[in-house]
Structure formats: structure tokens, C-alpha cells
């Protein structure tokens, strides 16, 4: 039994306790802690089977019997915090990103050199039933080689202002999972970023300073071709799809709907519109990147998404940004 304890009580921190309590009998969230822990929260907790809530995140790095902690704060905190629970000697899974700040991450990746920690990094798409069926296609050769790669992530609708205006804008907050799934299906890192973006949604996150819609065009050192397209509101629903194009051949994913069932009439053909958002489309991504993160502690083994990947995928995202401001295609590095 690995017993797990959890810092941040929002929505996050809460998907990951229901799901490790319902459905990881291997493990035990024995603590949670949120600075604005309440009533509340703490009826929630013990419905769950919670051994404890706390105000203070480190009575987890006090308490002995905790082997793993969670990072499910704030992003701000994600690297602070991360120091801590690594000097505290306990295994860490930490929510995308570890930080906005590319020294902080540097700092926390300095820690882990000479550590025997544990650290995963929260991109659930990788574990993903579709897109891991992608990548096994590819990783036995039956596309050849890689020509172009589409990545289509289409939110249902834009955040609150308020969280546009701490998110660290677009490409950290939300295409960031899309860095990282491109690095995951072409098995290599990217080497030039190029940027089209605008505001078509919302004219408010503009003037928060971010955009809304977005065509990222990335060169992969394998030589292949990619494009993202992003946009921060699809009237239809969560909109996740990759198609990658090889040599030999084409492998394509669509998105999950409630049922494969289309009717077709003399009035027209009408299908499911795919799921609404994040919490339907990937809970059982959450599930499975849990048991590997609590598999690579209980049997030794790396961790699927370790510190590297959530510094490549900042990186990207900060070319990104640059790219943006300067108009130009600019080359991913440190």
C-alpha cells in the first residue's frame, strides 16, 4: 500500500482523491491540505475515507507514514513546494507546469541529481487510451517515417478572465498538453516553433493579454512537420483529435462520444457531439497515470513523464511566446 498525501484542495487536487480512492486500491490518500481548507472540503474527505485534512501543506513532509505527495496547487507554488517534498525525502507528482519560471524548474531538475525521488509531471494525454494506440502504431513502424503531425485541441469554452490573467497565457495553461503530446508521438524534440495567433473568441482575454485562437506550426528534429490548432471555444464540445502521416501510411484518432450511434433519415445524419470537457474525456487517463506513477515507487522503475518533459514542454511554450511577440519562427532551447 503506497499512502499518498495531497496539496490543493481544488478542482485537481479533488479529481485525483476521488479517483485513488474509488478506483487504486493500492493506494490510501492519507492526508489532504489546502490553505482554505473548510467545512466543506473536510465532509468531502471523509466521505472518501480521507485520513486527514490540514491548513498546512507540511504536515505532509512531517508525517512519516506519507511515501508520496501531490502537487496540486496553485502553479506559482509547483517548484517551491516540489524543493520541499524532495528534501523531505517523499516521492513527488507534480501538475503541469512545474513552473512558468525556466531557472525554478532548473532548480527542481538541480535536486533530483542526486536524489532517489520519484518525480512525475501531471500530462494525463499521454495516457490516454487513443493516443497511446497512436504512438504504439508508431513506435512499431507501421506508418514509417514521419511526414506531418496534427494535433487538434478546441476547448468548449474560454476560463474566467480572472484565470486568464494568472495562467500564464494560452500556450502554458492549455497548448502546453499539446507540446507535450507532440513530443510523445514523434519520439524526438522540436527544433523551431512559428506562431498565428489572434483574439476571435473573447475581445476581454485580449485585453488580459492573451489570445484565444492559435495555429502553431513546430519543425521536429526527426524532420517531421507539425501543426496544432488550438482555440479556446468549440460550440460543439471538447475537441481532441491527432492525425500523423509516415511513409508508409497515415494513423488518425477522432474524439470519444457517448456512443458510436448515428442516425441518418431523410432529414440528415446526426451523430454524438463529442464529450464536453476534460473531466469526462480524460478521467480514465488521470486513473491510469496514477497507477504508473505509484508502479514506478512500489517497483523501482522511471516515472513515464519525468522532470525533462515538463522542462522541453515550457520550453516550447515560451518559443511559442516568443514567436508571437516577434513574428518569426524562433528555435526551442534553453
Not at 492559435?214 to 524532420?223: E, P, V
Not at 517497483?299 to 522532470?307: E, N, Q, R, T
Request: hydrophobic letters at 40%.
Amino acid at each position: 500500500m503506497t499512502n499518498l498525501g495531497i496539496i490543493g484542495a481544488g478542482r485537481i487536487g479533488k479529481l485525483h482523491a476521488e479517483s485513488i480512492s474509488q478506483r487504486l486500491p493500492g493506494a490510501c490518500v492519507k492526508l489532504i491540505a489546502d490553505p482554505f481548507m473548510n467545512d466543506d472540503t473536510r465532509d468531502w474527505a471523509k466521505k472518501l475515507g480521507i485520513g486527514g485534512c490540514a491548513e498546512d501543506y507540511r504536515e505532509l513532509l512531517h508525517d512519516p507514514s506519507i511515501d508520496a505527495v501531490l502537487i496540486c496547487s496553485s502553479t506559482d507554488t509547483h517548484a517551491p513546494i516540489s524543493l520541499e517534498v524532495i528534501a523531505a525525502g517523499k516521492h513527488v507528482f507534480c501538475e503541469k507546469p512545474v513552473s512558468q519560471d525556466l531557472g525554478e524548474i532548473l532548480k527542481v531538475k538541480d535536486a533530483l541529481k542526486n536524489s532517489s525521488v520519484k518525480y512525475q509531471v501531471g500530462f494525463n494525454r499521454r495516457f490516454d487510451h487513443n493516443f497511446k494506440a497512436v504512438r504504439t502504431a508508431i513506435e512499431q513502424g507501421q506508418i514509417g517515417t514521419q511526414r506531418t503531425i496534427k494535433i487538434t485541441s478546441r476547448d468548449p469554452g474560454p476560463p474566467p478572465i480572472s484565470y486568464i490573467e494568472t495562467s500564464g497565457g494560452m500556450f502554458m495553461d492549455m497548448t502546453i498538453h499539446d507540446f507535450d503530446m507532440l513530443r510523445y508521438l514523434a519520439g524526438c524534440e522540436a527544433d523551431t516553433v512559428f506562431v498565428q495567433a489572434a483574439n476571435l473568441v473573447d475581445p476581454a482575454i485580449g485585453t488580459a493579454g492573451d489570445i484565444d485562437t492559435a495555429l502553431i506550426t513546430i519543425t521536429m528534429k526527426n524532420g517531421a512537420i507539425a501543426l496544432i490548432d488550438n482555440c479556446r471555444e468549440a460550440s460543439y464540445g471538447y475537441d481532441q483529435r491527432v492525425e500523423v502521416l509516415g511513409s508508409l501510411g497515415q494513423i488518425a484518432t477522432g474524439n470519444d462520444t457517448l456512443s458510436t450511434a448515428v442516425l441518418s433519415t431523410a432529414g440528415g445524419v446526426c451523430a454524438e457531439k463529442p464529450l464536453h470537457f476534460f473531466l469526462e474525456r480524460y478521467m480514465d487517463s488521470f486513473v491510469q497515470e496514477m497507477k504508473e506513477f505509484i508502479s514506478a515507487i512500489e517497483d523501482d522503475l522511471p516515472v513515464p513523464v519525468g522532470i525533462e518533459d515538463g522542462l522541453q514542454s515550457v520550453l516550447m511554450a515560451m518559443a511559442a511566446q516568443r514567436s508571437l511577440k516577434e513574428g518569426r519562427p524562433v528555435s526551442v532551447e534553453k
